[in-house]
Nanobody, 120 residues
Framework: QVQLVESGGGLVRAGGSLRLSCAAS?????MGWFRQAAGKEREFVAA????????YYADSVKGRFTISRDNAKSTVHLQMNSLKPEDTAVYYC????????????????WGQGTQVTVSA
């Protein structure tokens, strides 16, 4: 069983930046970020394959968010720039046991989530 631990959430003003990190306790393949705003369903944000050369983003964050990974440290990061109030949500790290990117919530492992709040 792989454990995922997120860090880096917080409160930021609109237009600001935050960097989320997720540390995995074991080997993972695709790693992704999802978010869930209050009263809404969990939605895909970004994902990255094991090689790090294939990344995928939701349309709502393209050009503002960047996902990256450090396999030596079993860590994935999400750099979030130009944040908007609508980015406010709990952000979850997720990982799969196969090297196939999916944008649904059918990942094998999940972190506990970290709150990101963007004020207007």
């Amino acid at each position: 069983q792989v454990q995922l631990v997120e860090s880096g959430g917080g409160l930021v003003r609109a237009g600001g930046s935050l960097r989320l990190s997720c540390a995995a306790s074991g080997r993972t393949y695709v790693m992704g970020w999802f978010r869930q705003a209050a009263g809404k369903e969990r939605e895909f944000v970004a994902a990255i394959k094991w090689s790090g050369d294939s990344t995928y983003y939701a349309d709502s964050v393209k050009g503002r968010f960047t996902i990256s990974r450090d396999n030596a440290k079993s860590t994935v990061h999400l750099q979030m720039n130009s944040l908007k109030p609508e980015d406010t949500a709990v952000y979850y790290c997720a990982a799969t046991r196969i090297n196939v990117v999916i944008t649904t919530t059918r990942y094998d492992y999940w972190g506990q989530g970290t709150q990101v709040t963007v004020s207007a």
